[in-house]
C-alpha cells in the first residue's frame, strides 16, 4: 500500500507565493494535487505523469507549476501570485497502474491553504 506524506501549507498573502510537497513511500506513475475550499467539490489542480507533460486546471494556468523529483517520490507545487480564491485543503495524491484499466490512488490527508485579502 502507497503512504503518501504531505508539507508545506498555511497562511500567506495575497500575491505571495508557497510551496507544497509530496513524498510518496514507493515509485508511482502519476503524482499530483487536488484542493477543496469550503462548501465545493474536489478539483484538480495540477498531476504529472511520467513520462507526460503536466495537466494543470485552467484557473492555476501561468502561476502554479508543477514538478517531480523521480528520485526521491516526490512532486512538488509552487504556487506563485495566490489570491484569496486558491484558499482552500491542498490533497495530494499518488496513483499506481494495476492493470491496463485499472488504477489504485492512494491520498494525502491535506494540507490547509489560506491566502488573506
Known amino acids: 500500500q502507497v503512504r503518501v506524506a504531505e508539507s508545506g501549507g498555511g497562511l500567506v498573502q495575497a500575491g505571495g507565493s508557497m510551496r507544497l510537497s509530496c513524498t510518496a513511500s514507493?515509485?508511482?506513475?502519476?503524482m499530483g494535487w487536488y484542493r477543496q475550499a469550503p462548501g465545493k467539490e474536489r478539483e484538480l489542480v495540477a498531476s504529472i505523469r511520467t513520462g507526460f507533460s503536466p495537466d494543470y486546471a485552467e484557473a492555476v494556468k501561468g502561476r502554479f507549476t508543477i514538478s517531480r523529483d523521480y528520485a526521491k517520490s516526490t512532486v512538488y507545487l509552487q504556487m506563485n501570485s495566490l489570491k484569496p480564491e486558491d484558499t482552500a485543503v491542498y490533497y495530494c495524491h499518488a496513483d499506481v497502474e494495476i492493470n491496463d484499466s485499472s488504477w489504485s490512488r492512494t491520498w494525502g490527508q491535506g494540507t490547509q491553504v489560506i491566502v488573506s485579502s
Open positions: 514507493e515509485t508511482v506513475t502519476v
